[in-house]
């Protein structure tokens, strides 16, 4: 099955800095990245996601690229504040007759934005 | 819009008990989905249904099972109830022919 490798585990920035998560996956059927924000106390929450076919996409201060070559996706953050302290999880899932249901999850990146 | 409704918010058993969680999808939403989240596992993939049937399951034991009713609500049961079980329980929905799955806030369970 699919497995999803994320690093780093922890992550302390300056409030302003950039800060980058980085996942690989293994299965090459997966096509479909989403990143999720969970904050204290909270489920996860979409923030982000790409499809294989996309090799980049941005969204205001958030960034993800994907190679697919290498099996490889990050999380791009710029001018962190320090809401945006929380865990990131990155995902992948196979497009199994249409359902993309069935995500596996990296182990989550703890981001602490210091101001 | 209401988002994904996940009740009880938290759970407190004893081993050998079994266990009830409900989760109302966002309106509309026709697939759930249900993970488990560990601090030493993280967030794993139980089942997902859709239309009142079991569309894909996880790797988990028999004692997790899971139903979907006519108006999409979900419910899963965990019985015999283990210490291991003690895990934050998620539920996601997602809309027909949507990829994105948007999550509740989830159950916490706790095994005594």
């Known amino acids: 099955g699919e497995n999803v490798e994320q690093h780093p585990s922890t992550l302390s920035v300056q409030e302003g800095d950039s800060a980058v998560i980085k996942c690989t996956y293994s299965d090459s059927a997966s096509n479909y990245f989403p990143w999720y924000k969970q904050e204290l106390g909270k489920g996860p929450q979409l923030i982000i996601d790409?499809?294989?076919?996309?090799g980049e996409k941005k969204d205001q201060r958030i960034a993800v690229t994907l190679n697919k070559t290498a099996k490889h996706f990050s999380l791009h953050i710029t001018e962190t504040q320090p809401e945006d302290s929380a865990v990131y999880f990155c995902?992948?899932?196979?497009?199994?007759?249409?359902?993309?249901?069935?995500?596996?999850f990296g182990k989550g990146t703890l981001l602490t934005v210091n101001p | 819009k209401a988002g994904v409704t996940q009740t009880p918010r938290y759970l407190i058993k004893t081993r050998g008990q079994q266990v009830t969680l409900s989760c109302s999808p966002i309106s509309g939403h026709r697939s759930v989905s249900w993970y488990q989240q560990t601090p030493g596992q993280g967030l794993q993939f139980l089942f997902e249904y859709f239309s009142e049937t079991q569309r894909n399951k996880g790797n988990f034991p028999g004692r997790f099972s899971g139903r979907q009713f006519s108006n999409s609500r979900s419910e899963m049961n965990v019985s015999t109830l283990e210490l291991g079980d003690s895990a934050l329980y998620l539920c996601a929905s997602s809309f027909p022919g949507n990829e994105k799955l948007f999550f509740g806030s989830g159950t916490q369970l706790s095994v005594l």
């Open positions: 790409i499809r294989s076919n996309v």
């Open positions: 995902a992948a899932s196979p497009n199994s007759g249409g359902s993309n249901y069935k995500l596996t």
